[in-house]
């Protein structure tokens, strides 16, 4: 979310209630700090990590003439779309998310562990991964066709604490589904779903992966540019 100058922003510290879920569908919750506001959306600092992408719903204070319904309620509540996630050294996650309105994506009920990207995320989702990450994909039998489990060696095209983008030429995947990740050459070892899949410029597809037993090692994460300002 760019900042648009033509729109009133205000530097607001403001509690919010936070309600999300985890990619495996796990519900939780946090009592977190809103920093700045504008028409558009928001910028907050979050204990959880978050992903670009995912569907928040945050209930706050937020003044009246910032918001779009229920004016005159003590409390606004109102779900969101992340659009930047950055890490911070004391262990947080500054997000900026742009407003969605009262009610969640169309054709999702509720809190969703969808990720919604727009146009153009998929060559812009994080960090270019350090030459030479591979990982070995495992498929294992019983979401493969036939029942026969499949492997492919993939190379990491971006990498994230918790996500990857890889290029897959052979595996049999959809979205959805969990595919056990190892690194080769090295220790790093888990479970992963995929979220997304996008074609790249060659044709071929690109699945985003999401890491369900947490973040890769500090070692195999470049660290990423500094996000534009939410607002």
Not at 74 to 102: E, I, Q
Not at 128 to 141: I, N, Q, S, V
Request: hydrophobic content about 40%; charged content about 25%; overall charge positive.
């Amino acid at each position: 979310m760019q900042e648009r100058r033509h729109q009133r922003r205000l530097t607001i510290k403001l509690p919010a209630r936070i309600q999300a879920r985890e990619a495996d569908g796990t519900a939780w919750e946090e009592i977190a700090r809103c920093e700045d506001v504008s028409l558009s959306g928001l910028r907050l600092q979050l204990a959880h990590a978050v992903q670009r992408g995912q569907v928040l719903r945050i209930t706050l204070p937020l003044p009246p003439s910032f918001r779009q319904y229920d004016i005159t309620d003590s409390s606004y509540r109102v779900y969101v779309l992340a659009r930047h996630a950055r890490p911070l050294p004391n262990g947080a996650t500054a997000v900026g998310a742009v407003f969605l309105g009262r009610h969640p994506p169309r054709g999702t009920e509720g809190l969703t562990n969808e990720l919604f990207l727009f146009k153009g995320d998929a060559a812009a989702t994080g960090p270019t991964a350090p030459p030479g990450t591979t990982f070995l994909l495992r498929l294992d039998a019983e979401q493969a066709p036939g029942g026969v489990a499949r492997e492919e060696r993939v190379q990491a095209e971006q990498l994230a604490q918790r996500g990857a983008i890889v290029k897959a030429t052979t595996l049999p995947v959809a979205k959805g589904v969990l595919l056990s990740v190892s690194e080769v050459g090295g220790d790093f070892e888990g479970r992963a779903e995929v979220r997304t899949i996008a074609i790249g410029p060659d044709g071929q597809p690109r699945l985003h992966l999401f890491f369900l037993d947490g973040p890769l090692p500090e070692r195999l994460v470049p660290s990423p540019p500094a996000p534009p300002e939410a607002g």
